[in-house]
């Protein structure tokens, strides 16, 4: 059979449109049919790449006898969770003050008015480890909603009463300065694994906004603890399993302590936010490994993830088809024996690889297989033999099943690979990087944008969903678009980024300065969402605290100053007490501490030192900097879309960089070296 689900554009609904279950999409259709039913509405919630909704799916979604359990006593509605975070959050909210715990796949029981009364995440065919078995769970609900009906409606309107009762007010917290940001670091380094990199303990995931805080701690302040754990987590990471030693990129988690081995999914968030933070420590050491991982990554992207359309893919699978047996295992694509690797490099060069990637006869994965590594006691080889063997292996994992790909566009997550892809592109002089990150900001502006310049939050194939954008997709597209436009000289980056940042003023923000997930006239749930810690990738309201600071230092626009400072409020009452949920927004409060600095250099953009000065003011570690260049801009407006390019003058005739901040601006200069000076340009 086929449900309603044929007609979605999520890649994990779709998935489930053939099951027995008769899956109805979120939507007011299904909670009338609740309604008039009188039954209570089952409710799963998961994403394509996730492996135990995958299990769960398998084991229960598919089998005939739970199926028609469910569809006679249930109306089952499935969800994205990553085409609908604002129900995502409502619910998981209160899954996890209901359960402590939460995850997915998640499964919640509400009433036809869309209100909880039983939680959980994954439920096994039969009873197991403590956890009743998925039937027991839908025979208990049915006998409490026909036999308990009132008590069921109590525990419901007490939950949604709970939750009504979280609201946030951050607004009034004040903005944070130099002291929250240091005790911040103090509360980061009382975490840190000193002998492993990154903090506490195992599952162990990689804590890119945290890094990108303490490269631009220690840019501001010379902090050497900052920077040391910055260096030794990433260095610690790429030498790990957890990133692709072969095809380059990120997976999303480490299982154990050391890196050793991933959950292997790869998602375009984790690998767009890694790409920079990589690519800004080699900005702010000349590392090579630095830079040899920002580009790998970065290349995996736009090899991997990149959609006909020009967009960016949301994630690969961890599970993938194994040869031999035809299940689907995790890491199946990705492991290796030393048997393997000499099947395809020969005796000798698999002996070297075995030692060079740390893959041993125990393995560090399921049976017998590792997981490649680059251990520091590994041997030393030639970097010719090196790539050889590396190109030879990728050639033969290619031959394996690929593991799936979820092939929707996410709005937020494009912004976040715009702004990555573009600056490695300048960073590396590799244009090519900088022509995928146009090409997919282009996208988003025909796709996604509509002629309000609302976005929505999906596409695929080209075909918009119809889901509205939440506030990270307005945040981070509006920082790609910036980061889009001081790299290319393009103004007109900068005005779709103003019109995004304008609908964060308008259709987010509370009157304290506080920001909602959604929009004051999106669909109405139980609760509107509001969450700003930062945990996978920048929450909505750091993300957006970020794009109205880099706006406003473009444009010197005083109401998008006064709001990125007022929604940094969040950052001064969390940032000394959890500072590692709050990463993203410890980053923009360094950004604000120093400034932003404004650059500008005014020159013709053919004029190779207008290319020189423009490089120079791209390579800044000055945190938040933003870079405006092009022709001089008259007082009326001509001559330039970049306001920070207005009444700048040519010094001598000559290309010239102006840089300024808090209302002062330095002497400008013609000067790279002296730009540099200013800037804090490490590797120029």
Known sequence: ?????????????????????????????????????????????????????HVMAGESFEDELAAAYMNEHFVNVKVDREERPDIDAVYMEAVQAATGQGGWPMTVFLTPGAEPFYFGTYFPP???????????????????????????????????????????????????????????????????DAARGGFGGAPKFPPSMVLEFLLRHHAR???????????????????????????GGFARYSVDRDWVVPHFEKMLYDNALLCRVYAHL???????????????????MVRELRTEQGGFASALDADSEEPLSGRHVEGAYYAWTPAQLAEVLGEEDGALAAAYFGVTEEGTFEHGK????????????????????????????????????????????????????????AFFERPDLVERAIEAADLLVRVHMDGMARLARTSKDGRVGANAGVLEDYGDVAEGFMVLASVTGEGVWLEFAGFLVDLVLARFTAEDGSLYDTAHDAEQLIRRPQD????????????????????????????HREAAERALGVVHALGPRAPRFIGHGLAVAEALVDGPREVAVVGHPEDPATAALHRTALLATAPGAVVAVGLPRKGDGSGGEFPLLAERTLVRDLPTAYVCRH???????????????????VHP
């Open 532 to 559: 700003p810690t930062d945990t996978a990738a920048p929450s909505g309201w750091t993300a957006a605290a970020g794009a109205l600071l880099s706006y406003a230092a473009h444009t010197g626009s005083e109401p």
């Open 221 to 247: 302040t010379g902090s050497e603890g900052a920077l040391q754990m910055a260096a030794d987590t990433c260095e610690a990471m790429a030498r790990g399993g957890i990133y692709d030693q072969l095809g």
């Open 126 to 192: 039969e009873p197991r480890h403590g956890m009743p078995s998925f039937m027991q769970v839908l025979e208990g609900v049915r006998t409490a909603w026909v036999g308990r009906r009132e008590e069921v409606a109590e525990v419901a309107q007490r939950i949604v009463r709970d939750l009504a009762g979280r609201q946030l007010d951050y607004g009034k917290a004040g903005t944070p300065g130099p002291e929250e940001l240091g005790q911040a670091l103090l509360g980061l380094t009382r975490e840190y």
């Open 1 to 53: 059979m086929s449900n309603r689900l044929a007609n979605e554009t999520s890649p994990y609904l779709l998935q489930h449109a053939d099951n027995p279950v008769d899956w109805w999409p979120w939507s007011p259709e299904a909670f009338a049919e609740a309604r008039e039913r009188d039954v209570p509405v089952l409710l799963s919630v998961g994403y394509s790449s996730c492996h135990w909704c």
């Open 370 to 425: 590792s997981v490649l590594q680059l251990p520091q006691d590994g041997p030393v080889v030639e970097a010719g033999k090196v790539a050889s063997v590396k190109e030879r292996l990728l050639a033969a994992r290619g031959a394996r099943p690929a593991p799936g790909r979820d092939d929707k566009v996410v709005a937020a997550w494009n912004g976040l690979a715009v702004a990555a892809l573009a600056e490695c592109g």
């Open 282 to 300: 080699w900005r702010a050491t000349g590392s090579d490994l630095a830079r040899r991982v920002a580009l790998e990554t970065a290349d995996f």
């Open 663 to 681: 209302f002062v601006c330095a002497l400008p200069t013609t000067e790279p070296v002296s730009l540099a000076e200013q800037l804090g340009v």
